[in-house]
């Protein structure tokens, strides 16, 4: 099984990422980063040169270079990466992320990575999977996705 970190909303500080990393280094095969800060993801990136690790921009991140969303297949599994921002996630909160809902459908994903509210969730929702792993900084959140053979198992964590 390939285990991945993921994190969001790091916003300047990747203290408690590292600490995460360091407890399951061992254990992943990389890292998710759902912006806010992409450069966060960039340092994280250059500490663990041997860890592949995918990550978009926020809306935070000026001038970054990183994708804004991001796409990408593992174990048959395919992820859409994004920040969320963009797919009015704190608009939609209540109602079910309709707009992210449809663009990752268009994106053919079955698991739809996201940030930007600092609130973790969690859904399934026509044949694919939200996932907001909450704020890395402010609530010491994250999550752990494991995928094997197009199966993803999800577990969400906290820190403090």
Do not use: W
Not at 78 to 100: A, N, P
Not at 109 to 134: E, K, W, Y
């Amino acid at each position: 099984m390939k285990r991945f970190l993921v994190f969001s909303d790091s916003h300047g500080s990747i203290n408690n990422c590292e600490d995460v990393i360091n407890h399951f280094q061992n254990q992943i095969s990389g890292i998710i980063h759902a912006g806010d800060y992409a450069r966060d993801a960039e340092d994280l990136e250059s500490i663990y040169k041997d860890i592949p690790v995918y990550y978009v921009h926020g809306n935070t991140d000026y001038m970054s270079r990183a994708p804004g969303d991001l796409t990408f297949e593992i174990d048959g599994v395919r992820i859409f990466l994004t920040h969320g921002h963009e797919y009015f996630v704190k608009k939609e909160l209540c109602s079910g992320y309709g707009t992210l809902l449809r663009k990752a459908k268009e994106e053919r994903a079955d698991l739809c990575i996201f940030g930007h509210t600092h609130i973790s969730t969690m859904q399934r929702n026509i044949g694919v999977t939200l996932l907001n792993p909450g704020s890395i900084r402010f609530n010491g959140e994250y999550a752990i996705v494991g995928i094997e053979n197009g199966d993803v198992k999800i577990a969400q964590m906290k820190l403090f």
